[in-house]
């Protein structure tokens, strides 16, 4: 016999089923229940029926008619099921096979952990196959992680996330059926995207319930036991293991773990024996009566506990299971210590919050296990349970004040990094570097500071300045080399937050190499601030370098919650130095894996919203920018307020919403200016200035540009210099001073070029052509509109690479409301289209797609509205649709001549 890989066998099937080989052949298929043998018999019946054979199928075990079969002519039986088989119908294949006629095709499924006779089909003694028949066997393996995936996205495309594909396959085993039940259920929930969480809540498919617990209740009431003991473990385990905790002993236990095996309930594999697909652990365990359980729990705690080394964790849930409380409360202890010290934080959380949740916890294991939970949670990720054991545990007046003191430390700073409660976070950091001062100077140094992170909304500055000479005094103080290092990463992040020319040395100097894992948390975490704020001034290739070393650092030292935000800051940097090809599925990924943490999604948000808006799509941009899910710009990181605020002023100025523009423009330089760091207004100053110039306050815009201008000095902001700029010019521009205009915004785009940053950079030099082209009435500016239009194509060329809709066809308008000379001498007349799209068609059509409306447009392209409409009918027209969502997508398979 052999053994055929995948899909082998299809060649000598159709070769037998067109009659060009009469010698029968016969594909053994066989896997498990539920991993697709009825999808291969669908594609063998399917070969049978292109080639014009005859085709008869039977499922064992179902009522049928006796098989005809047709005098001549190649016939394909289709044989399902055959572990269902009764005598009758094992004899009526063997008889077939044995003596077949030429040119009979054979397909028989199975499952081979159902077999009466173990790797034998159909049973003892084997058929004697003639000596002419081609005899393969096609083995249907469970999913690979890649299948899954594929099978997933094509269920819930956007929606499918990496974690959902691998807790599918985990939960799955990759059993087909499986995943087709579970994704069933999620295809029909209402997140934006698909979480672990999701399919942990989808449940048992009952189909699997059924098989799993059908074939438990199919062993003898004394066998049971061994399924239970595995439902219970929850992971494959030893012979030995497994017969321990069902309580059997080993006479019985072994006949019972042989038992499982024949009748499928349990299944062998290179890790040991258990339930063949880990999901239907879950409705084994929850089948197994209350009593029982514990027992079976209690002796898996004396089984794990023997081992070396000692699962903890694994301890820790059968013990409290088991009853034993004291025993629960030691194994998390244990677990929590060492799962932190080696880096595991996120474990160690989760172990602890469900702990100190329980009210059998007492005080004095309440005040050990917190300061672990709390440390941890800190460098983690974001809990809300975490947050509540946490306020409830600070308020506890019986604890030690230096253990109040460092909870509260470590609450304050999951409350502003974390949870997105700046100002509760502020109060709870100040009080507990008030609390410490006396007892742990080591741990006030770390509170203090904590307030001299410049992103804290509302505090000026010169705060965060005063709190370092604090924080600097009492670390020293303290002698503790943590403290100096928490203060060393965060003199840096306000220095380069700042612009100061000294922060690079600094960031240089913070103790990367350092043994100590406190010192080197610090350290992984300045380098990745120091990054963030390296985006925002200006410097991509530096910030690059940062964020490659800090992430190295976070991840080695365990510090999710500081790798996340430097993924962030990434998303950031990508937008910056116009990487945006597949940038707005990386934000919306990012987004959904962090929905928990606004703090820590913002840096995506904002990128998705910017590019939504240079898409054209403006509702969605909204949405992103200022939604529901979106923190208030009171409430948000400084940077980042101030550059949504730039968006939005972008987008009211584009929809012509002067007053909405120019009252968001003052509400966030009133902000900027309380802060006080002007490096940070660089995306905010061009569209506030250009807000309130074309709103009537041209001398609020000056002056404006007076506190941009002093802000900036002795900064090392390219970024800014080049807003600067910008916003000089978009004041000229909207007084008329067309000459004063286009050299500054020249200036801008090359400060924009030295960055680089593409977008800004186009941006800046259409503005420049535009104001070039508008002046060329002016004697100063008569000849130097050829340059204007080269320019202004380069622009459109740019805007189209980076994905930037709406900025391409306004650019592309631009140039043919100023046709240059060889352009307006063409033939006169409309040219005919036919069905294809003209370039004006195809270019209203590209717009209305992302969902601009037709007065959107209008304005956009310097049209009327009824011709837009005119316009978007004809291109529906063409390309056979009546949805404007659809244009977008058929606008890439039509054949119109590129504009």
């Not at 048992?204 to 595995?230: F, Y």
């Not at 960031?507 to 300045?526: I, V």
């Not at 080695?556 to 996340?564: M, Q, V």
């Not at 980076?802 to 043919?816: H, I, N, S």
Request: aromatic share 4%; glycine share 8%.
């Amino acid at each position: 016999m052999v053994t055929a890989p995948e899909h082998f066998w299809s060649p000598r099937l159709r070769r037998t089923l067109a009659g060009d080989c009469p010698a029968p052949v016969l594909l053994l298929v066989e896997g498990l229940a539920g991993t697709g043998k009825t999808g291969v018999v669908q594609d063998v019946v399917v070969l049978a029926e292109a080639a014009g054979a005859g085709c008869l199928r039977l499922v064992c075990g179902e009522p049928a008619a006796p098989l005809e079969l047709p005098g001549e002519g190649p016939v394909l039986i289709a044989v399902e099921d055959v572990h269902r088989a009764d005598a009758g119908e094992l004899g009526m294949i063997r008889r077939l096979l044995e003596r077949p006629r030429p040119g009979m095709a054979f397909v028989l499924t199975y499952r081979p952990e159902e077999l009466a006779d173990s790797g034998l089909p159909l049973g003892t003694p084997p058929p004697r196959y003639p000596p002419a028949m081609t005899v393969l066997r096609h083995r249907i393996r469970p999913w690979n992680t890649e299948e899954v995936r594929r099978v997933t996205a094509e269920a819930l495309g956007e929606r499918c996330a990496d974690e959902t594909v691998a807790r599918l396959h985990e939960r799955s085993g990759g059993v087909a059926q499986v995943v087709a039940d579970l994704l069933t259920v999620l295809r029909d929930s209402t997140g934006q995207r698909c979480t672990a969480a999701d399919v942990d809540a989808a449940g048992v498919p009952v189909r699997l319930a059924d098989l799993s617990l059908g074939r438990t209740a199919g062993l003898q009431p004394e066998h049971r036991p061994i399924v239970w003991a595995a439902a219970v473990l929850g992971e494959p385990a030893s012979r030995d293991d497994l017969v321990a905790v069902s309580g059997l002993g080993r006479a019985v236990g072994r006949e019972a773990l042989l038992a499982a095996l024949a009748g499928a309930a349990l299944a062998e594999s290179a890790e040991g024996y258990g339930i063949p697909v880990p999901l239907a652990g879950t409705a084994v365990y929850e089948s197994v009566p209350g009593p029982v359980r514990q027992e079976l729990h209690s002796r898996a705690a004396e089984v794990l506990g023997h081992r070396r080394p000692v699962p903890w964790a694994a301890l820790a849930r059968h013990r409290r299971a088991g009853g034993r409380i004291r025993g629960w409360l030691r194994a998390v202890e244990q677990a929590a210590r060492e799962a932190a010290d080696s880096g595991r934080h996120q474990e160690a959380s989760s172990l602890l919050e469900d702990t100190l949740a329980s009210p059998a916890v007492p005080p004095g294991t309440r005040a050990r296990l917190a300061p672990i939970l709390a440390r941890s949670a800190v460098v983690g990720l974001r809990s809300d349970q975490t947050v509540r054991v946490l306020t409830q545990i600070v308020d506890d007046a019986a604890l030690p004040a230096a253990v109040r003191g460092e909870l509260r430390l470590d609450l304050g700073l999951l409350l502003c990094n974390q949870v997105g409660m700046t100002e509760r976070g502020w109060q709870e950091l100040e009080r507990a570097a008030a609390e410490l001062r006396e007892d742990r100077p080591d741990l006030s140094a770390r509170a203090m500071s904590a307030l001299v992170m410049p992103h804290w909304p509302r505090y000026p500055v010169d705060v965060h300045q005063g709190w370092l000479q604090e924080a600097a005094a009492t670390a020293e103080e303290s002698g503790d080399d943590a403290a100096r290092s928490a203060v060393a990463a965060n003199r840096v992040s306000l220095a380069m937050s700042c612009g100061d020319p000294r922060a690079w040395e600094l960031a240089g100097a913070l103790p990367t190499d350092t043994t100590d894992p406190r010192s080197r948390l610090h350290a992984a975490r300045g380098l990745c601030n120091a990054a963030d704020a390296a985006v925002w001034l200006g410097h991509p290739e530096r910030a690059q370098h940062l964020l490659t070393e800090g992430i190295a650092l976070s991840n080695k030292s365990g510090a999710p919650y500081t790798e996340h935000t430097a993924l962030g800051t990434r998303l950031r940097l990508e937008w910056v130095t116009g990487r945006w090809a597949g940038l707005d599925n990386r934000c919306e990924d990012f987004v959904a894996s962090t929905a928990a943490m606004p703090v820590i999604s913002a840096d995506a948000r904002l990128v998705r919203g910017l590019l939504a808006l240079a898409g054209g799509e403006w509702d969605a941009a909204h949405s992103w920018l200022a939604g529901g899910d979106s923190a208030p710009r009171d409430e948000t990181a400084p940077p980042l307020a101030a550059a949504t605020s730039g968006g939005l002023i972008r987008l009211a100025l584009a929809r012509q919403e002067l007053p909405a523009a120019a009252q968001e423009a003052r509400e966030a330089w009133a902000r900027a200016r309380q802060k006080g760091i002007w490096a940070w207004a660089a995306d905010l100053a061009p569209w506030a200035v250009e807000a309130l110039a074309r709103s009537g306050a041209p001398e609020e815009a000056r002056h404006m540009i007076a506190e941009f201008t002093a802000g900036l000095e002795s900064r090392d902001a390219p970024l800014a210099v080049g807003a600067l700029l910008w916003s000089r010019a978009a004041l000229a521009e909207a007084e008329g001073r067309l000459s004063d205009a286009v050299p500054l915004y020249g200036e801008a785009a090359a400060a924009y070029a030295s960055v680089p940053s593409p977008y800004f950079q186009a941006l800046t030099s259409e503005a420049a052509g535009r104001c070039a082209l508008a002046g060329t009435g002016a004697d100063d500016l008569a000849g130097e509109a050829p340059w204007a239009v080269a320019d202004l194509i380069a622009c459109t060329r740019q805007f189209t690479e980076l994905g930037a809709v709406w900025d391409a066809a306004r650019t592309r308008a631009l140039l043919r409301s100023h046709q240059p000379a060889k352009e307006a001498a063409r033939q006169p007349g409309r040219p005919s289209y036919g069905d294809r799209l003209s370039p004006r068609e195809r270019e209203v059509a590209e717009l209305a797609g992302t969902g601009l409306t037709n007065r959107e447009i209008a304005m956009t392209l310097h049209l009327s509205p009824r011709t837009v409409e005119q316009h978007v009918a004809r291109a529906m027209r063409k390309l056979g649709t009546t949805s404007r969502r659809r244009l977008a997508q058929l606008i890439g398979t039509s054949v119109s001549p590129a504009p």
